[in-house]
T-cell receptor, first 114, second 112 residues
């Protein structure tokens, strides 16, 4: 089974802190994604990556950055956390060209910024 | 206007009922249509996958796509309490590689 692991399920941070969310997948997938999920808004794409050291902005990249130094790992960074970044963050991966669009999600990281 | 619209519910039905979940979309370039199921405190998982128009059946689940109306549906027959979850529609075009556009999700509860 494909497994996408998010290192932290629940985090509480203070405004202005730097926050790292880590994601690791074990199926050698080329593509990795970070979404945030908010009630009434569904899933919104923050950043995605098609390859190591490659990144592209999604629909809501402001206030976030990402890092992909190894194929299996994709990190989301909040440089200076703000209260409006309180949300559920979901990492996902997929294989290029196979059942295009099928994403495998992690269990999510619920971030609260005080 | 959002590219994909989905009624967030919540929707509550008795066990054994037929459930109909729907999404409308505005982008005629969408070719791949998916339904994801998300249990509480879990990530979404792919439930149904359809390319272009038509129907697809998998056990108690049927996915329908009507591209002329820009409307997709998921039907659940003989609904079970274990079907209680949030259901998200998602879709993409041929361009844009793996980027999906999601609906808001519908929270469904099946009451025993």
């Amino acid at each position: 089974d494909v497994k996408v692991t998010q290192s932290s399920r629940y985090l509480v941070k203070r405004t202005g802190e730097k926050v790292f969310l880590e994601c690791v997948q074990d199926m050698d997938h080329e593509n990795m994604f970070w979404y945030r999920q908010d009630p009434g808004l569904g899933l919104r794409l923050i950043y995605f990556s098609y390859d190591v050291k490659m990144k592209e902005k999604g629909d809501i990249p402001e206030g976030y950055s990402v890092s992909r130094e190894k194929k299996e790992r994709f990190s989301l960074i909040l440089e200076s956390a703000s209260t409006n970044q309180t949300s559920m963050y979901l990492c996902a991966s997929s294989r290029t060209g196979w059942k295009t669009g099928e994403l495998f999600f992690g269990e999510g990281s619920r971030l609260t910024v005080l | 206007q959002k590219e994909v619209e989905q009624d967030p519910g919540p929707l509550s039905v008795p066990e054994g009922a037929i459930v109909s979940l729907n999404c409308t979309y505005s982008n005629s370039a969408f070719q791949y249509f998916m339904w994801y199921r998300q249990y509480s405190r879990k990530g979404p998982e792919l439930l149904m996958y359809t390319y272009s128009s038509g129907n697809k059946e998998d056990g108690r689940f049927t996915a329908q796509v009507d591209k002329s109306s820009k409307y997709i549906s998921l039907f659940i027959r003989d609904s079970q309490p274990s079907d209680s979850a949030t259901y998200l529609c998602a879709m993409k075009g041929i361009q844009g590689a793996q980027k999906l556009v999601f609906g808001q999700g519908t929270r469904l509860t099946i009451n025993p």
